[in-house]
């Protein structure tokens, strides 16, 4: 950042990601008993940061994964991110898998960083925290009930959908003082799906002795050219455990600092506008975001250039074309086509494909439904190396191998340089000497590779600082 951290000002473009709590089941006292109101931590509950919820692979949520609304009725969590069963490090240097809203967080942490990055490769500038996080709830895939809820938030995480928010620059900065009033009208595209519009803005900090955390309160309006006035998505927050889980209604928030209005099938033009309600001291900076589909189905995962491996993995998918879609793949970049079905299927996009075991970089798959078809690829399926190890380490080389892969071309040796691991040599063998000196701290790997596609790394291992099992003669 270039932005000094003093005080209590925090760089603008600084966001800080939270997990919500694995304490769904106790009753925290917000009155609508053990299964609401239990995220943990008051500054999970903040205004301006992001909470996360646990979900599966598939979406589910996980049983522990704390629940809204925040102490003053606010909605969160903010968003879902997977953090059940995550294969991850394990401290001092090993693996093994983790399940809890702290392994949702750094998901999400992540995710945010690769924003930012977007932000500054498309914008030329810094990202404000407030407009990624406002990029990143307005493209969520909608989880659990039909827009926002205390459970999901604004639904799980969508680096595609936000990227392409970024790239395409759909949001505006803007500033609003009370009484004001801004129109910005929309255009979009004959036959989009799922319009979304997001108004959000950063609040100040209230007093510590306020009922509710809200200080500027800004309203957003979507109107059509008929005249029709949309409002946007609020939650009954009354503490009650079967309104708290009622379906968003159209209406005037005076709790959130965030807005949504979405239109499943919109029409070409819109007028957007924001209000200034209350803003009791100068004026408040705000920004709104929008998004859309124009595809009736595409493929989100597997992306190009994606490595598969075989055996069970989660596909994903858009649909405005219904639910009936016959899958299919190709491993000869589209020349035959082989039927698959995909299990766990749901209306959400997400279902189960049991990669075959072929060895191939020139993998697609199809979807169709209807009159529309949607292509992903090309992508590698081939096996993640096993047994990777190091054989013998020399003061100038060591000789790493892992078993045989079949259907592997070749394989590639990786390094840990200062950033990233990087290729070093490549051989037809399964077992091959690299040169390295053993003065400092590193990781090695191997991957096999298949009609000149990389496949899978195998887990990194540790380079000993100590030589051993040196089979060539050693000068002293």
Same mark, same amino acid.
């Given at each position: ?21 694995n ?22 509950q ?30 969160k ?69 039909p ?92 503490p ?11 209406? /005037? ?54 490595q ?5 993995t989660t ?24 039927n ?24 697609f ?15 590698? /399926? ?50 091959m ?44």
């Amino acid at each position: 950042y270039t932005q000094t951290l003093t005080g209590r000002h925090s760089p603008p473009g600084l966001i800080h990601v939270f997990s919500a709590g694995n304490s769904n089941g106790s009753d925290c006292g917000y009155g609508a008993g053990s299964q609401w109101g239990n995220v943990t931590g008051g500054h999970k509950q903040g205004k301006n940061v992001v909470a996360t919820a646990n979900i599966t692979y598939l979406d589910a949520i996980a049983g522990s994964s704390s629940r809204g609304p925040a102490a003053d009725g606010r909605i969160k969590p903010d968003l879902a991110s997977v953090g059940t069963s995550v294969y991850s490090t394990i401290d001092p240097n090993s693996y093994g898998y983790k399940t809890g809203t702290s392994m949702a967080a750094p998901g999400a942490a992540g995710f945010f960083a690769v924003l930012h990055q977007a932000f500054d490769e498309n914008q030329g500038q810094m990202a404000d925290g407030g407009l990624l996080k406002a990029i990143a709830m307005n493209t969520a895939d909608d989880l659990g009930n039909p827009g926002p809820d205390f459970i999901f938030g604004y639904g799980r995480i969508n680096m595609k959908r936000a990227v392409k928010t970024i790239e395409n620059s759909r949001f505006i900065e803007e500033s609003m003082t009370t009484n004001g009033s801004n129109v910005y009208p929309l255009s979009i595209p004959s036959g989009a799906k799922n319009l979304r519009i997001m108004l959000y803005w950063t609040d100040p900090q209230a007093s510590t002795v306020a009922s509710q955390a809200l200080v500027n309160d800004l309203d957003l309006e979507v109107s059509n050219n008929q005249g029709t006035t949309l409002l946007p998505w609020v939650l009954d927050a009354t503490p009650n455990a079967t309104t708290l889980n009622n379906n968003a209604t159209r209406g /005037i928030d005076r709790l959130n600092n965030v807005e949504q209005v979405t239109i499943q099938s919109p029409g070409t033009s819109y007028s957007i506008t924001v209000k200034g309600f209350n803003v009791p001291s100068g004026s408040q900076k705000f920004y709104v975001t929008y998004e859309y589909d124009l595809e009736n189905l595409s493929i989100e995962y597997p992306h190009v250039n994606a490595q598969l491996t075989p055996g069970n993995t989660t596909i994903r998918w858009n649909t405005h074309a219904g639910n009936t879609i016959q899958w299919s793949y190709s491993s000869d970049s589209m020349s035959t086509w082989n039927n698959i079905s995909v299990s766990n299927a749901s209306n959400s996009g997400i279902g189960t494909w049991n990669v075959p075991s072929i060895s191939s970089g020139k993998v697609f798959l199809r979807s169709i439904s209807g009159t529309s078809t949607a292509i992903a690829g090309p992508f590698t /399926i081939l096996a993640q190396p096993t047994g990777l190890s190091i054989d013998w380490l020399c003061p100038d080389s060591m000789r790493v191998s892992v078993n045989n892969i079949s259907g592997a071309n070749s394989y590639t040796s990786y390094l840990l340089g200062a950033k990233y691991m990087d290729s070093i040599t490549s051989s037809t063998n399964n077992s091959m000497v690299i040169p390295f000196k053993p003065s400092s701290q590193s990781w090695v790997s191997m991957a096999g590779n298949v009609d000149g596609t990389k496949g899978k790394r195998a887990y990194a291992v540790q380079v000993p600082q100590n030589t051993f099992g040196c089979p060539l003669a050693i000068d002293i």
